[in-house]
Each structure stands twice: as structure tokens, then as C-alpha cells.
């Protein structure tokens, strides 16, 4: 009996002991954000391990960037971050993969431990749109991170008037006076399908992964593909227009070769600099198709922060997650990148409110949609981007253009390999 005793007194001081040194152990979290978010990250990480001072933690904070996050985490998911930002239209991919965590299934089970949150009031907390692209299938994935990530017009007021800066037509004009130019990056899809968007036309994501685009036929509103682009090689050929290389916007504003350019928030500090007391903004210009005057549309996003599936501290994960894209720390973001809050009360503070970029991110976003295209969208529609901007389409050949277009969508619709 009394070595019974021994044994059982024994085995307590063990299983003590276990749980004494799991608590102390430190929870090993990796996270991953854009380079540019890098210090906010830091402090907002260290007010997360002051919210759990009898928890101990080892955070590390790695770069990759919002836009290329899936590739490199689909590279090796296993060794990936346990925490990660990434765009939205990337979801479809990475769920997939079975990458990212259903916070369905999870969140109920954790958030109660902090803050007594729970995933009804993460959703309520933020915009329906934002939790839209959070979710696939009735189930959400990701937490909304940050909005806005859409693109509209930034104009020098000294030059350009508010009138001007409402369609093409103006703000050519505007720049030829100036002796100025209006910039756009052609070769790229992601700011191409503006004009064809506009016009009714549709790019979006079968099933399967593959895409289905129309732009080579007649949208729903009565315009051809030939018009658009016939519309665009117009503005191309253009004294007044500069085509920009994809990435190189910031450049272009910096060296004040433009007296407008579109692009999105991340580019406002750069506009603010280059335009001075005239630093403007508004939604995208109309432009000339079919002798009517046409609405730009754009893709519209934003940035998820998901969880690795395969994280061996999932509900730490998810609970630093939530912590990162919670509204403090939403306003934080803005603060530091002016990245538009989905977060609805931080999205109603003053500061956000009468931000001109964020204000003209807000009127464009009336006229855009959320993107859903498959990975063989974008070689195929900057091709075409690029063939406009050298001018290589001839808008007396109708003909030539409707076999480009008819070459985009093929390779736009090509089946994934």
C-alpha cells in the first residue's frame, strides 16, 4: 500500500511538473506581412503579449508581400507561417490547398478566451463585403485585414480642374495645356479590365478554377470589345497620356512627370508630396466609347489575414489573427499606411472619414466589384495591355483587334494544367 502511495505521489509530482512546464514553455508563432507593415507589426505584436502576461511567447516576423503570399505559401504549406496577409481574390487558391484554416469550425472555440469575442461578433464588426471575400462556401477563412485596395484618380487641382478630372476628354485636355501628362498602367489586368468593366463586360472564375471573359464579344450593355479597345488605343495615342510600366507608379508621381495618374492608396503619400496644395483625388474619369461617355469600373479588394492550416498552435494562431485586424489595430494600419479599415467603427473615426484618398477609394468602390479570376487571367490581358499602350492596335483595322481579343480570351479561358 504505502509503495502504491509512493507511485501515486509520484506520478502527481510528474504530471505537475508537465503542466507547470507546459505553461511556461513558450508558444512558437511565426507570422508573415508586406515590408511595409513590418514595424507596425513588431509593436502590434508586442500588445498582443501583453494581453497574456502569464503566457510566453516567441513571435517571429517574416516579409512576403500581400500579393504574392499564396505562391509562396503553397510552395511548402507545412513550413509556411502560422499567420499570414494575403489579398483577397487569392482565397479560392489557398483553400483549395486545404492552407488556410476554417475559422468556422475553430474560432467559437478560442476567441471566448479573448475578450469574450466570438466569431459572430468579428463578422458584425466589419463590413459585409470584407467578410464576403473573407469566406467560400458559407464559411469564413480569413479576417478582414484592410480595404480600399481598388484604384481612382489623383489630380493636381493647379492644373487640372474638378470638372476635368471627371472623364478622359478633360483631363487630356487639362494635361495638354499643362504640358503635363495623365498616367495609367496599361499592361496589367488588374487596371485594364477598368475600361471593359465599365462597358458591361465581365471577367469571373468557373468552378473549376478556370475563368470564363467576354470581352471579345458584345456586353450586356450593348458594347463591343473592338469599341473598348478601339477606346483605349484613342487615349494611348494621345499627346497627353504616359503609359507606366506595372510597379513603376510611384516612380512616375515622384518625378512629377504627371498632373494625374491612377492608383490606389498606397500611392497617396507619394501624390500628396509631388502635388502639393494641389493634391486632389476623386473617383475614375469617364471615357469616350461609341460616342457615349462610359463609367471606369475597377476591381475592387481587400487584404485577409488567414491562419496555416497546418499550424501547430491553431488557437493561438487564430486568436493573434484576430488581434492583428482587430479595430485598434486596423486604425493603426491606417494610420501607418492609410489602408482603408473594413472594421466599421474604425472606418467611421474622423481621420479615415475626411481622408482624400480614402474618401476617393470610397466613390470609386460604387462602381466596382469584387475580382475572382483564375491564374491564367494576367499574362494574356498585360499582353494585350501592353500591345495598347505601344500602339500597336490600329483603330481602323477593326478586324486585327477582334483577333487580339479573341487571342486574349483563349488564353485568358485556357484550361489549368
Given at each position: 500500500?504505502?509503495?502504491?502511495?509512493?507511485?501515486?505521489?509520484?506520478?502527481?509530482m510528474?504530471?505537475?511538473?508537465?503542466?507547470?512546464?507546459?505553461?511556461?514553455?513558450?508558444?512558437?508563432?511565426?507570422?508573415?506581412?508586406?515590408?511595409?507593415?513590418?514595424?507596425?507589426?513588431?509593436?502590434?505584436?508586442?500588445?498582443?503579449k501583453?494581453?497574456?502576461?502569464?503566457?510566453?511567447?516567441?513571435?517571429?516576423?517574416?516579409?512576403?508581400?500581400?500579393?504574392?503570399?499564396?505562391?509562396?505559401?503553397?510552395?511548402?504549406?507545412?513550413?509556411?507561417?502560422?499567420?499570414?496577409?494575403?489579398?483577397?481574390?487569392?482565397?479560392?487558391?489557398l483553400?483549395?490547398a486545404?492552407?488556410?484554416?476554417?475559422?468556422?469550425?475553430?474560432?467559437?472555440?478560442?476567441?471566448p478566451?479573448?475578450?469574450?469575442?466570438?466569431?459572430?461578433?468579428?463578422?458584425?464588426?466589419?463590413?459585409?463585403?470584407?467578410?464576403?471575400?473573407?469566406?467560400?462556401?458559407?464559411?469564413?477563412?480569413a479576417?478582414?485585414?484592410?480595404?480600399?485596395?481598388?484604384?481612382?484618380?489623383?489630380?493636381?487641382?493647379?492644373?487640372?480642374?474638378?470638372?476635368?478630372?471627371?472623364?478622359?476628354?478633360?483631363?487630356?485636355?487639362?494635361?495638354?495645356?499643362?504640358?503635363?501628362k495623365?498616367?495609367?498602367?496599361?499592361?496589367?489586368?488588374?487596371?485594364n479590365?477598368?475600361?471593359?468593366?465599365g462597358?458591361?463586360?465581365?471577367?469571373?472564375?468557373?468552378?473549376?478554377g478556370?475563368?470564363?471573359?467576354?470581352?471579345n464579344?458584345?456586353?450586356?450593355?450593348?458594347?463591343?470589345?473592338?469599341d473598348?479597345?478601339?477606346?483605349?488605343?484613342?487615349?494611348?495615342?494621345?499627346?497627353?497620356?504616359?503609359?507606366?510600366?506595372?510597379?513603376?507608379?510611384?516612380?512616375?508621381?515622384?518625378?512629377?512627370?504627371?498632373?494625374?495618374?491612377?492608383?490606389?492608396?498606397?500611392?497617396?503619400?507619394?501624390?500628396?508630396?509631388?502635388?502639393?496644395?494641389?493634391?486632389?483625388?476623386?473617383?475614375?474619369?469617364?471615357?469616350?466609347c461609341?460616342?457615349?461617355?462610359?463609367?471606369?469600373?475597377?476591381?475592387?479588394?481587400?487584404?485577409?489575414?488567414?491562419?496555416n492550416?497546418?499550424?501547430k498552435?491553431?488557437?493561438?494562431?487564430?486568436?493573434?489573427?484576430?488581434?492583428?485586424?482587430?479595430?485598434?489595430?486596423?486604425?493603426?494600419?491606417?494610420?501607418?499606411?492609410?489602408?482603408?479599415?473594413?472594421?466599421?467603427?474604425?472606418?467611421?473615426?474622423?481621420?479615415?472619414?475626411?481622408?482624400?484618398?480614402?474618401?476617393?477609394?470610397?466613390?470609386?468602390?460604387?462602381?466596382?466589384?469584387?475580382?475572382?479570376?483564375?491564374?491564367?487571367?494576367?499574362?494574356?490581358?498585360?499582353?494585350?495591355?501592353?500591345?495598347?499602350?505601344?500602339?500597336e492596335?490600329?483603330?481602323?483595322?477593326?478586324?486585327?483587334?477582334?483577333?487580339?481579343?479573341?487571342?486574349?480570351?483563349?488564353?485568358?479561358?485556357?484550361?489549368?494544367?
Amino acid at each position: 500500500m504505502k509503495k502504491l502511495l509512493a507511485l501515486l505521489l509520484t506520478l502527481a509530482m510528474v504530471l505537475s511538473m508537465a503542466v507547470c512546464a507546459s505553461a511556461a514553455d513558450p508558444i512558437s508563432l511565426v507570422v508573415w506581412g508586406a515590408e511595409e507593415d513590418q514595424a507596425l507589426l513588431a509593436e502590434l505584436v508586442e500588445g498582443f503579449k501583453a494581453a497574456y502576461p502569464d503566457q510566453t511567447f516567441d513571435i517571429q516576423i517574416g516579409v512576403e508581400s500581400e500579393s504574392t503570399a499564396k505562391d509562396t505559401v503553397l510552395t511548402d504549406v507545412e513550413a509556411a507561417a502560422d499567420v499570414f496577409a494575403f489579398a483577397n481574390d487569392q482565397l479560392n487558391d489557398l483553400v483549395a490547398a486545404g492552407a488556410l484554416l476554417d475559422l468556422s469550425g475553430q474560432v467559437s472555440a478560442v476567441l471566448p478566451a479573448y475578450a469574450g469575442k466570438t466569431l459572430e461578433d468579428v463578422m458584425a464588426a466589419n463590413g459585409e463585403g470584407s467578410v464576403a471575400a473573407a469566406s467560400k462556401d458559407g464559411k469564413l477563412y480569413a479576417f478582414p485585414m484592410g480595404g480600399g485596395n481598388n484604384y481612382f484618380l489623383y489630380y493636381d487641382s493647379t492644373k487640372v480642374s474638378a470638372e476635368q478630372a471627371q472623364s478622359w476628354d478633360g483631363l487630356l485636355a487639362a494635361a495638354e495645356a499643362a504640358g503635363s501628362k495623365v498616367g495609367m498602367t496599361f499592361a496589367s489586368g488588374w487596371y485594364n479590365a477598368s475600361f471593359f468593366l465599365g462597358a458591361g463586360f465581365i471577367a469571373d472564375m468557373n468552378e473549376d478554377g478556370t475563368t470564363v471573359i467576354d470581352w471579345n464579344g458584345t456586353s450586356s450593355d450593348g458594347y463591343t470589345g473592338v469599341d473598348v479597345a478601339k477606346a483605349m488605343a484613342e487615349i494611348a495615342a494621345n499627346p497627353g497620356f504616359l503609359a507606366i510600366a506595372d510597379g513603376d507608379i510611384s516612380n512616375q508621381i515622384a518625378s512629377k512627370a504627371v498632373c494625374a495618374v491612377i492608383s490606389g492608396t498606397w500611392d497617396a503619400g507619394a501624390a500628396e508630396a509631388a502635388f502639393g496644395e494641389g493634391y486632389a483625388a476623386t473617383k475614375l474619369p469617364t471615357f469616350t466609347c461609341a460616342g457615349s461617355q462610359v463609367q471606369m469600373s475597377c476591381y475592387s479588394g481587400f487584404k485577409l489575414m488567414g491562419v496555416n492550416a497546418y499550424s501547430k498552435n491553431s488557437g493561438w494562431a487564430v486568436l493573434l489573427a484576430e488581434y492583428l485586424t482587430n479595430e485598434s489595430s486596423q486604425t493603426a494600419r491606417f494610420n501607418s499606411r492609410q489602408l482603408a479599415p473594413t472594421n466599421l467603427n474604425a472606418a467611421a473615426d474622423e481621420a479615415v472619414s475626411s481622408n482624400i484618398a480614402i474618401a476617393a477609394s470610397a466613390a470609386q468602390d460604387v462602381y466596382g466589384s469584387v475580382q475572382n479570376v483564375g491564374g491564367k487571367y494576367w499574362d494574356p490581358t498585360a499582353t494585350f495591355g501592353q500591345m495598347v499602350a505601344n500602339g500597336e492596335l490600329s483603330t481602323a483595322d477593326e478586324a486585327a483587334i477582334q483577333n487580339v481579343l479573341d487571342t486574349l480570351v483563349e488564353g485568358v479561358c485556357a484550361a489549368i494544367q
